[in-house]
């Protein structure tokens, strides 16, 4: 019994611990739009498709130095605010029906700046511009795809060393811009070069990115034909 007693004593000196006054203070709750930090809002939102390091996982490394160069903050603003509508990615501003604010766009497109341009990183090679200025030919696209793109992707762009960026299923889930973006940028995540490294010695030019582009758009089947291959009614 008093070995119970005691016990029993030493049970209620720990339990008193937590009595008004006494508990250590806990740390503040945080509401999500009230998040200001950099590096956690980019973890939560962004990491999983653009890798922790912003140098590309599932898609582009918007923390690439190419990308950063090519890409200006009303570029990466309007992306991150509004997505990329018919791809995987989403709208991340509050008034396009995301979660995040203004202030916590505008601290995303800040830091991806501050933490990762290296504005002299590509010496005195300029790269093509981050928009088409006319449109494709895809015709001349397809000889340019032979050039530069082939000897990984295939003669046809279904497959090589590299995968296949021809494929329809591929080509449902991207834009356009998307496929200009990783012709310029490369993907280093999966060993593809930016566009100076395809052939040595001969970097891709504007007209070689905007027309290689039209060719492997005009590979994309319509939605139509996506739905309903056999041609039959549904």
């Not at 996982?57 to 309007?78: C, Q």
């Not at 995987?88 to 203004?102: D, H, I, V």
């Amino acid at each position: 019994m008093k070995y119970r007693a005691l016990a029993l004593i030493a049970l209620l000196g720990l339990a008193s611990c937590g009595a008004p006054g006494q508990r250590a203070a806990e740390a503040p709750v945080i509401r999500p739009n009230e998040v200001t930090d950099f590096h956690r809002l980019y973890a939560q939102n962004c990491s999983g498709c653009h890798g922790a390091d912003a140098q590309g996982g599932l898609t582009v490394g918007i923390g690439s130095p190419v990308y950063l160069a090519i890409a200006d903050d009303a570029t990466i603003r309007r992306v991150a605010s509004q997505g990329v509508p018919g791809t995987a990615m989403p709208a991340f501003a509050q008034k396009s029906g995301g979660l995040l604010t203004e202030a916590q766009i505008d601290i995303l497109v800040r830091g991806i700046r501050t933490r990762w341009a290296r504005p002299d990183a590509l010496g005195h090679d300029k790269p093509p511009a981050y928009k088409a200025s006319t449109p494709g030919d895809a015709a001349r696209g397809q000889t340019v795809f032979a050039t530069f793109c082939s000897s990984c992707h295939g003669a046809d762009g279904r497959g090589g060393r590299g995968g296949s960026i021809a494929d329809s299923s591929y080509l449902a889930l991207v834009s356009d811009q998307h496929l200009r973006t990783v012709t310029i940028t490369g993907m280093p995540a999966f060993g593809a070069p930016d566009w100076r490294g395809n052939v040595r010695g001969k970097p891709m030019s504007d007209g070689d990115v905007t027309d290689v582009v039209a060719w492997l758009a005009a590979q994309r089947m319509p939605l139509s034909a996506q739905l309903n291959p056999a041609g039959g009614s549904q």
